[in-house]
């Protein structure tokens, strides 16, 4: 775990303002990394898992930026973000939407509550609007080729904050004429930050038209730059040491953004056991495991027991480095299940039938979750 919000803001780290938009949210460590080294004006790359809350990293800082500037900084386009697909830019759009909504909420006054149930949340956020008198203080919009001109000509007349949009049409927007000529403009003028999501994903050509498009930007921008970038795991080496890995990060996110970033400014993820490590695994227990049918009524706490559940965490999909624990290399079900049968002695195909009714009951204790 890291710091939470409301200790960042009262330490200057971010805006006071961050605490009402994040509800005093507790980061994990590798974001309170990212962030500070974002409040310092640093480029950095994360390096994380799916779903670990890599995006709060740059959101954190575009934010707090924005904040801090006011209204001197009114109309003028300050942040781009750009994704690979057109679906990660809707998710990102609606996560800003709820980010707005904390915002509201966070004015209504002592005593006043609002129901948001069966609301979507566009109409939670106008009806917020009304209560409260006041408006989010950070505009976003997104630039995809899915909005209608109504919603184009809007954004050039009042461009906002914070772009969403992909590589493809941000090459489009800084090239062709027209009425992206206003957008265009707006950016070269005042952009700060170019952050790129799933940076893992800009290979081979793509890589390059990606970074000769990140160079032409901050060669045309009337300001200095601070490139963020997001990825899973971009080294997958059984060799390597952490800080070598590290250093591979920070080598390939330099010739992508064109600038010089170090080791210190590569946040990997920090692991812990989902499951704890209170369990021995022996072969006996394991091949007990395997051989007894999983009922999928079972509870989670049941699950946490499981010597075949344990077992896969500390063998397949963790492994300590440094006195740290990391991802191991993905395996296939198949390749797993051929361990499985070494370890235990018993025949592959029973062992796959195991594992693959062990993923579904773990899918159905996280389908509980709220």
Known sequence: KGSKIQKLTENGVLHSDL?????????????????KLGSEGKEFIVTSGTGSGKSLTYMATIFSHILNAGKTISNQT???????????????????KKYERNYLKSSLPKGVSYDEQNKVLDEQIKELKEIVGDIFPIK????????????REGM??????ILLTNYMMLELILTRGGKDVEIRNNILENIKYLVFDELHTYRGRQGSDVSILIRRIKANAKY?????????????????????????????????FGTDITENQIVNEFLIRSIGDSIQIFSESVTSA??????????????????TANWLEENIA???????????KPLTIHKISELLSEYCKINTEQCELHIIDLLEWANLLNSHID
Not at 78 to 96: F, G, W
Not at 140 to 151: K, L, P, S, W
């Open 19 to 35: 605490k009402k938009i994040f509800n005093d949210y507790e980061l994990y460590k590798h974001q309170d990394e990212a962030i």
């Open 78 to 96: 300050q942040a781009i973000i750009v994704y690979p697909m057109n679906a990660l830019i809707n998710s990102q759009n609606e996560e800003i």
């Open 140 to 151: 976003y919009g997104q630039y995809t080729g899915q909005e209608n001109e109504e919603t």
């Open 156 to 161: 050039r007349k009042n461009p906002p904050h």
């Open 224 to 256: 200095k730059i601070t490139c963020i970038g997001t990825s899973a795991t971009m080294i997958s080496s059984e060799t390597a040491t952490i800080s070598e890995q590290k250093q591979e990060v920070a080598k390939i996110g330099s010739l992508i």
């Open 290 to 307: 395997v051989t007894q049918k999983i009922d999928f009524t079972w509870s989670f706490a049941e699950f946490e027991k499981h010597h």
């Open 318 to 328: 963790l492994e300590i480095m440094e006195g740290t624990l990391v991802r191991r």
